[in-house]
């Protein structure tokens, strides 16, 4: 993630999404990831991270988060389309990941998210899923909101507390992590 410019980890000292790209090396090149089989939705190069690790029995769900400052302050009353493309990828049998979560979603905010540790972030999504999502094959996910703050950071991840996520698994035998890839970011009026 620190190779993304204008993108970081919520300034954790324990969460570490990732970046993969077509050039990279040891585990950060692309298709085939330590998570997944998986080629760009556009371009180069794309994002990953961890939005929810299962630990031990009985302790809370480690999370990461990715955020972008936008060159801007949105304008408060604009209705902005924001676009990306999704996906799991084809998990690698050496892979812990293989779990689906509901809630995946998009938070803005005025001032630059900090997550203390692997903890949840007490932002409110303006876009999740309200399902468990999960799918190899890139979609495109769009949708519209009206700006109603001059927001400057966009938050990706899951926002919902621990004892309110449907978590399933869809591939492996005993996955601990709800993986996913992120590419293409594009918003506008």
């Given at each position: 993630w620190h190779l993304l410019p204008g993108w970081n980890n919520a300034f954790s000292g324990l969460s570490s999404p990732d970046f993969f790209h077509l050039d990279g090396t040891l585990g950060g090149d692309l298709p085939?990831?330590?998570?997944?089989?998986?080629?760009?939705?556009?371009?180069?190069?794309i994002a990953g991270l961890a939005v929810i690790k299962r630990n031990g029995a009985g302790e809370?769900?480690?999370?990461?988060?990715?955020v972008q400052e936008f060159?801007?302050?949105l304008v408060v009353g604009t209705?902005?389309?924001l676009s990306f493309g999704m996906t799991n990828g084809v998990r690698l049998s050496t892979s812990l990941s293989g779990l689906a979560v509901d809630g995946v979603g998009i938070a803005l905010s005025e001032d630059q998210p900090v997550?203390?540790?692997d903890g949840l972030l007490d932002l409110s999504p303006v876009f999740d899923f309200?399902?468990?999502?999960y799918d190899e094959d890139w979609?495109?996910?769009?949708?519209?909101?009206?700006?109603?703050q001059p927001h400057r950071f966009m938050t990706i991840g899951v926002f919902l507390p621990d004892d309110a996520l449907e978590v399933e698994v869809q591939s492996g035998s005993n996955?601990?992590?709800?993986y996913y890839f992120f590419d293409d970011f594009t918003m506008g009026p």
């Open positions: 085939e990831t330590p998570v997944a089989m998986v080629p760009p939705f556009e371009g180069r190069g809370p769900l480690s999370r990461e988060y990715l060159s801007a302050p209705e902005y389309r997550q203390f540790g309200p399902y468990a999502r979609e495109q996910v769009s949708f519209s909101f009206v700006a109603d996955p601990s992590l709800a």
